[in-house]
């Protein structure tokens, strides 16, 4: 069997492209997004999958520095509707 490689994606005219790399990890493949919105998907044979949860939380923090958490959201304009 053999094992997934990640790419990183983005949409262009409906249509998803990926950057041809066969990266071995998620960190090099988000250092390979080129476009606003891209993203890292897994792949093996030559089908796009989803990131596991695992993955997913890699991918976040090779992105923004950390593990995206649930209480990381704010309110638009950035106040706590409990502030105003």
Sequence with gaps: MRKRHF????TDSGCILGCNHKHKNITTAAACISQPGGYVV???RRKYLPLTEVEEAEFQKAMFGRAARASDSAPVGGLNPQES
């Design 7 to 10: 790419v990183a994606v983005y």
């Design 42 to 44: 897994a792949v093996r």
